[in-house]
Nanobody, 119 residues
């Protein structure tokens, strides 16, 4: 069965940059029928879709992170990435990588990694 492991937690100041990594095992990120996604859960709130990358390599982003975050993948390493720039305090959340697209239930996901943006 597929396993996803996020890494790259951090405490950063506003406007700084942080990159997250998701290592996938038990499945290939180049599978024809799956998208791969990052979601987050801010403190005291529900899960929130952040970005998805498709088989073609095209990507979609939540409006509040568009132009600041970049989702990408390394097929040879079977790894997903999320580069986050110009971070804001409202980006503080637990970030998860997910097997599936933006309209799934996000049930196939890793254990998450904490990102805190604070001055």
């Amino acid at each position: 069965h597929v396993q996803l492991q996020e890494s790259g937690p951090g405490l950063v100041k506003p406007s700084q940059t942080l990159s997250l990594t998701c290592t996938v095992s038990g499945d290939s990120i180049t599978s024809n029928y799956y998208y791969w996604t990052w979601i987050r859960q801010p403190p005291g709130k529900g899960l929130e879709w952040v970005a998805s990358i498709y088989q073609t390599g095209n990507a979609d982003y939540f409006h509040s992170v568009k132009d600041r975050f970049t989702i990408s993948r390394d097929n040879a390493r079977n790894t997903l990435y999320l580069q986050m720039t110009s971070l804001k305090p409202e980006d503080t959340a637990i970030y998860y990588c997910v097997k599936g697209g933006p309209y799934t239930d996000f049930s196939i996901r890793g254990q998450g990694t904490q990102v805190t943006v604070s001055s």
